[in-house]
């Protein structure tokens, strides 16, 4: 089956840095989203984003899909952004396959 | 518009009890999803149901079953619970688009199997 893979694993951040989350997957895929699950364990929706470039206030995203890699830029951190950021992709139309996740943690 | 709701949010179980956990969607969706996500781990994929009167096994079926009586609802039954269903349980939900479907994702269950 497809393989999705996120770098880096776990990253620090001081408040108001920049950072780009990695996600390769091993095939083509129909569907790439990026979910935030903050520390209650809710999954926030980030982006749906199969290709191209998606911005949405600090955040953005841009997959590309030929080469199989998606990207996720958080710019000026806050420490509402820590959590655990997930990749998932879909290849059938049915099951997202989610990779292991980066462990974001800023502090002020 | 509560989106996808999940009942109950908590409950502990003794090994060999029964449960039932129901999802319900308001947003009209045609496929419905139960994952499982344990520690440190992303989320996989239990049963999903891509219509009404219809159900599928995803990755990790063993042990669960799912029903989808009427399109806004799905339920994941447990008939004997282990030790090994302790996690958390996510529903999700989604509509046809063009090319893949954005799930979109519950609360969770958290679920403690003694």
């Known amino acids: 089956g497809i393989q999705v893979e996120q770098s880096p694993p776990d990253l620090i951040l001081q408040e108001g840095a920049n950072s780009t989350l990695r996600c390769n997957f091993s095939d083509s895929v129909n569907n790439l989203q990026w979910f935030h699950q903050n520390p209650w364990g809710q999954l926030i929706n980030l982006f749906y984003i199969p290709s191209g470039t998606k911005q949405n206030g600090r955040l953005s995203a841009t997959t590309v899909a030929t080469e199989r890699y998606s990207l996720l830029y958080i710019s000026s951190s806050q420490t509402t952004d820590s959590g655990v950021y997930f990749c998932a992709v879909d290849q059938a139309g049915t099951a997202l396959i989610f990779g292991k996740g980066t462990t974001l943690s800023v502090s002020s | 518009n509560a989106g996808v709701t999940q009942t109950p949010k908590f409950r502990v179980l003794k090994t060999g009890q029964s449960m039932t956990l129901l999802c319900a969607q308001d947003?009209?969706?045609?496929?419905m999803y139960w994952y499982r996500q344990d520690p440190g781990m992303g989320l996989r994929l239990i049963h999903y149901s891509v219509g009404e009167g219809t159900t599928a096994k995803g990755e990790v079926p063993d042990g669960y079953n799912v029903s989808r009586l009427k399109k806004q609802n799905f339920l994941l039954g447990l008939e004997s619970a282990a030790p090994s269903q302790t996690s958390v349980y996510f529903c999700?939900?989604?509509?046809?688009?063009?090319?893949?479907?954005?799930?979109?994702f519950g609360p969770g269950t958290r679920l403690t199997v003694t």
């Open positions: 947003m009209n969706h045609e496929y």
């Open positions: 999700a939900s989604s509509y046809s688009t063009s090319g893949g479907h954005e799930q979109y």
